[in-house]
T-cell receptor, first 117, second 117 residues
Framework: GAVVSQHPSWVICKSGTSVKIECRSL??????MFWYRQFPKQSLMLMAT?????????EQGVEKDKFLINHASLTLSTLTVTSAHPEDSSFYIC?????????????FGPGTRLTVL | SQQGEEDPQALSIQEGENATMNCSYK?????LQWYRQNSGRGLVHLIL?????REKHSGRLRVTLDTSKKSSSLLITASRAADTASYFC?????????????????FGQGTILTVHP
């Protein structure tokens, strides 16, 4: 149980285009989802916290207008990288938390590798 | 400053040997978690230790937590080639459930473990 999927697993796009990444909790409802970014050989950096039905909370230094997050249901959160540039190329990972407050465990998706040409 | 700093950055051992990785953090925590990441893949949750616990075991894994020193260690006994991966500690800040900081994880820089057959 507690499986999180991401789609797509990898994407290559041209500079200036927008890319949408989906994060789904497959067998549980997630009130909170988190989006992380990981550059090669580096650790995960939290980008934003997404709560179902409310606006996402962005970490300092993360542009909310560039990284649009929508958490429309208890099983789906999306991250849209708008007007992508080569420096946005990274590994994007989401995680989902089951009913925050009842458990501390986050379940991570397999990640999406974004390459912007 | 970086929460969750780990050492060593890289560890290379022979199959059958034990591997010890350390993690230090700076602020008060609710719990500390260890994750494994195979190259280019998502994270696998290994073990969670709460701030009021001192030691926890799971199979070949042993985690200790010293809140007075703000440090934790992960011991993998009788290592196998399949244990080759990056290992990250992550701290969850203390705070009330539903609070803005609840559930947020701060990751350390990670230890790259290579187990030679």
């Amino acid at each position: 149980g507690a499986v999180v999927s991401q789609h797509p697993s990898w994407v290559i796009c041209k500079s200036g285009t927008s890319v949408k990444i989906e994060c789904r909790s497959l067998d549980f409802q997630a009130t909170t989802m988190f989006w992380y970014r990981q550059f090669p050989k580096q650790s995960l950096m939290l980008m934003a916290t997404s709560n179902e039905g409310s606006k996402a909370t962005y970490e300092q230094g993360v542009e909310k207008d560039k990284f649009l997050i929508n958490h429309a249901s208890l099983t789906l959160s999306t991250l849209t990288v708008t007007s992508a540039h080569p420096e946005d190329s990274s590994f994007y990972i989401c995680s989902a938390q089951i009913l925050a407050g009842l458990t501390d465990t986050q379940y991570f998706g397999p990640g999406t590798r974004l390459t912007v040409l | 400053s970086q929460q969750g700093e780990e050492d060593p950055q890289a560890l290379s051992i022979q199959e059958g040997e034990n591997a010890t990785m350390n993690c230090s953090y700076k602020t008060s925590i609710n719990n500390l978690q260890w994750y494994r990441q195979n190259s280019g893949r998502g994270l696998v949750h290994l073990i969670l230790i709460r701030s009021n616990e001192r030691e926890k075991h799971s199979g070949r894994l042993r985690v200790t937590l010293d809140t007075s020193k703000k440090s934790s260690s992960l011991l993998i006994t009788a290592s196998r080639a399949a244990d080759t991966a990056s290992y990250f500690c992550a701290t969850a800040a203390s705070g009330r459930a539903g609070g803005t900081s609840y559930g947020k994880l701060t990751f350390g820089q990670g230890t790259i473990l290579t187990v030679h057959p």
